[in-house]
């Protein structure tokens, strides 16, 4: 169906949509491609929510030279009225004769009809091309889009046994430089930065990103049941943060909104934050991807309430022993079947640590 050309041409597309991986939130990332007589005429790349789509700048490229040119587009066209018009009406206006997309848009308000459009107006259109890799460059709005929930992906440091801090909470630094650097990649894809009040006091975090050069700092959210966080931690210097919290203190509150940070007040029975619900919170708010950062604690609930859909592991060459805190706090087992099984995405060095991406199957 898809020849050696056409996946040269949506290889070329994806590089470009992969250049929005820290901009376009909470909008998709998304490269387009227009190419005639096996030639590239225009490409574009959807920069920043509210700026052009990636075909529309594509296409202003290409100018008269989209007649008659076929389109590879790495999500299917947009048909709705957002803050930009439908893409789609802009394709069938250049007269390009050809639309090859990537993959279907997971968008209810989109979902197929934007292929369908453009073949009412007599493009030849295919879906299906090089699927994989464009679904893996938005794997949180489609997540965002079909479950109601970000895509969470938790990051966690340890020694070589598993460990992640010492029984006194200290874990600063336990992996080098260079996976600490790493590290600041993914909290800048990310919409969310998330960590618990346990971290906050441990280690006085600011969870922004610092190593990468970006245009946005993600929303830092701190999970604090009880409304314990310091007036004077970094985390509430500059930017945007939300303490999700899981009882009503008016005064704490008042104090925490002073220094400019949101509250939400989310409980669940047992009186601790109800997480899921805090996910869907997020989710309304247009949050695509969750970067946690976190201790023993959260993170073994978030595990343990089958919320995190990935991990990133930094394993560094060294030995902290029993008494050390591990990556998860979870029940323990009697049996092996009650194990979390993972499946292996990648596995390679960052300096001298080992980095380890898995998700949970």
């Known amino acids: 169906m898809f020849t050696a050309d056409d996946h040269r041409f949506m290889a070329r597309a994806l590089e470009l949509a992969e250049r929005g991986l820290y901009t376009t939130s909470p909008n998709p990332r ?82 197929g009809r934007g292929l369908a459009r453009l073949r ?30 970000p895509w969470v992906r938790m990051k966690v440091a340890a020694s070589l046994d598993g460990k992640t801090a010492l029984n006194n909470g200290r874990s600063r630094w336990i992996t080098g430089e260079a996976a600490r650097r790493d590290g600041h990649h993914w909290r800048a894809r990310a919409c969310v930065v998330l960590t618990g009040i346990g971290t906050v006091r441990d280690d006085d975090p600011q969870l922004t990103v610092r190593d990468v050069a970006t245009s946005r700092q993600p929303l830092r959210v701190v999970v604090d049941s009880r409304l314990e966080l310091p007036h004077t931690a970094r985390v509430l210097e500059g930017g945007r943060v939300l303490v999700a919290a899981a009882r009503e203190d008016p005064r704490a509150i008042t104090a925490l909104r002073e220094k400019g940070a949101e509250v939400v007040v989310i409980p ?15 989710a309304r708010r247009e949050t695509n991807e969750v970067h946690v950062e976190a201790g023993h604690r959260l993170n073994g609930s978030l595990v343990a309430e089958g919320l995190v859909d990935e991990l990133v592991v930094y394993l560094a060459p060294t030995v902290l022993g029993d008494a050390a805190r591990g990556m998860f706090e979870l029940p323990e087992l009697a049996d092996l079947a009650g194990r979390r099984p993972l499946s292996i995405r990648d596995v390679r060095m960052i300096g001298a640590d080992i980095r380890i991406v898995a998700r949970f199957v």
């Open 30 to 111: 998304v490269g387009c491609v227009i190419v005639r007589d096996g030639a590239i005429v225009g490409e574009g790349w959807h920069e920043r929510a509210g700026g052009p789509h990636a075909e529309v700048s594509a296409l202003g490229v290409a100018g008269a030279r989209a007649r008659g040119a076929s389109a590879y587009v790495t999500l299917e066209p947009c048909v709705h009225q957002g803050r930009t018009g439908p893409c789609t009406e802009a394709l069938i206006a250049s007269g390009v004769s050809r639309v090859a997309a990537a993959v279907h848009d997971p968008n209810p308000l989109v979902g």
């Open 120 to 149: 009412e107006a007599g493009i030849v259109s295919d879906v299906g091309l090089m699927e994989d890799e464009a679904r893996e460059l938005n794997i949180g709005f489609a997540s965002r889009m079909t479950r109601g929930r």
């Open 268 to 282: 669940n029975r047992a009186g601790k934050v109800e997480l899921l619900e805090l996910m869907r919170e997020l």
